[in-house]
């Protein structure tokens, strides 16, 4: 391990960072050195604006991950080597506002009547009817499930925080029955790894991303579909069925209610409760074209 790649870690240690962040931080900088291939201490600031140019311009990287890199480089240059950072010289992308894809009740059906195996249904099922990440789904518990309180915990989900979600009756039972026909019981991981499912660790990300996207080719879905797509559903279903925002943004584990507003852009029984101004027009009848 070099010099600076310890304190850098020493550095996100300290300040109790998770292991996402670290590993994304740390691969940032790597890779900043290797672009320069120079130490990234001897790197200034006209680098920096060079290698944010290109995350741009030739890898064609989301605003929001260039954003994620430079916070990398940020924390770096400032609290590794305590050096100065302009934010004036390196600032950071505008990010463009996108409503996400948003099935319906029939296309979420079709989507988990789809799944290519019954453990890959039991996952997308989960997904939908708790709302959870896909982080958060593959480091579920056999304990996190209290089925005398009908309540999932949700542990260390996104910024470390817990939560509880409803625990479905219809869930429930799917869940029983996943476990009665694992061949080994585990004793932590509900969703464990390995091909037969009977790992000493959980399932990756990969597996429930692969899941979703099969189903949804199965399913002769046309939108984009994904595991986070689920997130958004359980959300904008919810909202359609009556739910306050507020209870939604504790489900979802949302720090800012805010977050939570997007629903709104989305539930069809909130756009639809709103007239278009054109309705309200008394215009004469259409001409009729001279032929």
């Given at each position: ?34 672009r ?37 480089l ?57 709302g959870?990440?896909?982080?958060e ?41 996943h ?73 979802l ?16 029984r ?22």
């Open positions: 391990m070099t010099r600076l790649r310890k304190m850098m870690l020493e550095e996100l240690k300290r300040r109790n960072y998770s292991e996402a962040t670290t590993r994304c931080y740390i691969r940032t900088v790597e890779d900043f050195s290797r320069f291939k120079c130490s990234p201490e001897d790197l200034g600031p006209e680098h920096i604006r060079e290698y944010q140019a290109e995350l741009f311009k030739k890898r064609k990287l989301s605003p929001g991950t260039v954003t994620q890199r430079l916070a990398a940020r924390f770096f240059y400032i609290k590794t080597l305590k050096k100065t950072w302009s934010i004036a010289e390196t600032p950071y992308p505008k990010k463009a506002f996108h409503l996400p894809s948003i099935l319906s009740r029939e296309e979420v059906a079709r989507l988990i009547n789809a799944a290519l195996t019954p453990f890959h249904r039991t996952l997308l099922m989960t997904l939908y009817a708790t959870v990440r896909r982080a789904l593959t480091h579920l518990k056999v304990s996190d499930i209290d089925s005398k309180r009908m309540v999932i915990h949700v542990q260390g989900g996104k910024g470390r925080k817990d939560r509880d979600v409803m625990l479905s009756p219809k869930l429930l039972e799917v869940l029983r029955e476990w009665r026909g694992l061949p080994r019981k585990p004793s932590a991981w509900l969703f464990p790894g390995n091909r037969w499912h009977t790992g000493d660790t959980p399932i990756t990300t990969k597996v429930v991303w692969n899941a979703c996207k099969e189903a949804a080719q199965r399913a002769g879905l046309q939108k984009d579909v994904h595991p986070h797509t689920l997130r958004h559903c359980f959300a904008t279903h919810l909202l359609e069925a009556g739910a306050d925002l507020r209870t939604i943004q504790m489900l584990g949302h720090r800012d209610l805010e977050e939570t507003t997007i629903y709104l852009h989305l539930s069809e909130h756009l639809s409760a709103t007239a278009s101004p054109l309705d309200s027009l008394e215009l004469k009848d259409r001409p009729q074209q001279d032929e």
